[in-house]
């Protein structure tokens, strides 16, 4: 199984920016979906973001024009760029790798927005 590695966390203002990685063990061509989720306190982990192996990408409203998923296959990563970020997106974001055989996660990286 694919093995995940987030990097790019940290605590910034609002209306700042940050840049998420996702490092994978094996070629993301082969998954079938890669994702960013995010769990804030006492809530339930929520998708922000997917990328399909085709390309095809899809957004939780509340981030559409603002944050951004993209891949560099070449380096087996996926990245999601956040701009003009809000407290509300403060949480732990997680990458996942979805395929027909499995789903894995990676450890997480906290975000911190502060007001």
């Known amino acids: 199984q694919v093995q995940l590695v987030e990097s790019g966390g940290g605590l910034v203002q609002t209306g700042g920016s940050l840049r998420l990685s996702c490092a994978a063990s094996?070629?993301?061509?082969?998954?079938?979906?890669m994702g960013w989720y995010r769990q804030a306190p006492g809530k339930q982990r929520e998708m922000v973001a997917t990328?399909?192996?085709?390309?095809?990408?899809n957004y939780r409203d509340s981030v559409k024009g603002r944050f951004t998923i993209s891949r560099d296959s070449a380096k087996n990563t996926v990245f999601l760029q956040m701009n003009s970020l809000k407290p509300e997106d403060t949480g732990v974001y997680y990458c996942?790798?979805?395929?027909?055989?499995?789903?894995?996660w990676g450890q997480g990286t906290q975000v911190t927005v502060s007001s």
């Open positions: 996942n790798a979805f395929s027909s055989s499995y789903i894995k």
């Open positions: 094996e070629r993301i061509s082969s998954i079938s979906v």
């Open positions: 990328i399909a192996s085709g390309g095809t990408t």
